[in-house]
């Protein structure tokens, strides 16, 4: 069967230090994977999604980027974090480009800047 | 973009069944509807998807008019933990693209003994 996982699950960071988040994929191949953020009170928003390897589409302007090093494998990355980055960072995957795959969530990183 | 549109809150109790209606009046032709469920501090899970007419699993059924432009989702006897915030999504992919993914303040579904 398929697992996503992500880590770390808590993080406590500084404002203006760099920031990696992870996420990884195992039992399939060649899934669309997706990160969202989700601040307090507030329903989820697309950061990035990605087609395939190198492939990334970014959907709002941000202090953020993301990467996909390998098939599985999904990276959120910021060089200099600000407080407006706090919230709660979701990893997704799903089969298949199509409308009618649905997406299947990782547990989540909290974030905090201080 | 289909916009989708739905309550933001509602109340019910134990045993009873529940229907969550969710707007989407520019639904396109190749979109779908999905409805997710997520708990406090926990992603979002797939519950149903629709493209058209009712669709029933053993969680929840779907209603989905001629017109597309609104989907139902219903809840058959809920319990306290079905306590959670739906969301409705409208998702259709064209060329590589991910419209309709942002998930919306969902409806917050309260259940009560």
């Known amino acids: 069967s398929q697992t996503i996982h992500q880590w770390p699950a808590t993080l406590v960071q500084p404002v203006g230090s760099p920031l990696s988040l992870e996420c990884t994929v195992e039992g399939t191949s060649n899934p669309n994977l997706y990160w969202y953020r989700q601040a307090a009170g507030r329903g989820l928003q697309l950061l990035f999604y990605s087609v395939g390897i190198g492939q990334i589409s970014s959907e709002v302007p941000q202090n953020l980027s993301a990467s996909r090093p390998q098939d599985r494998q999904f990276i959120l990355s910021s060089k200099k974090l600000l407080l407006s980055d706090s919230g709660f960072y979701l990893c997704a995957w799903s089969a298949s480009p199509s409308a009618n795959q649905p997406q299947h969530f990782g547990d989540g990183t909290r974030l905090s800047i201080l | 973009l289909a916009k989708t549109t739905q309550p933001i809150s509602m109340d019910s109790y134990e045993g009873q069944e529940v229907n969550i209606t969710c707007s989407h009046n520019?639904?396109?032709?190749?979109?779908?509807i999905t409805w997710y469920q997520q708990f406090p501090s926990q992603g979002p899970r797939f519950i149903i998807q629709?493209?058209?007419t009712k669709v029933t699993n053993e969680v929840a059924s779907l209603f989905i008019p001629a017109d597309r432009k609104s989907s139902t989702l219903s809840l058959p006897r809920v319990s306290l933990s079905d306590t959670a915030v739906y969301y409705c999504l409208v998702v259709g992919f064209s060329g590589g693209g991910a419209d309709g993914l942002t998930f919306g303040k969902g409806t917050h579904l309260i259940i009560q003994p």
């Open positions: 629709g493209y058209k």
């Open positions: 520019n639904i396109a032709t190749n979109d779908y």
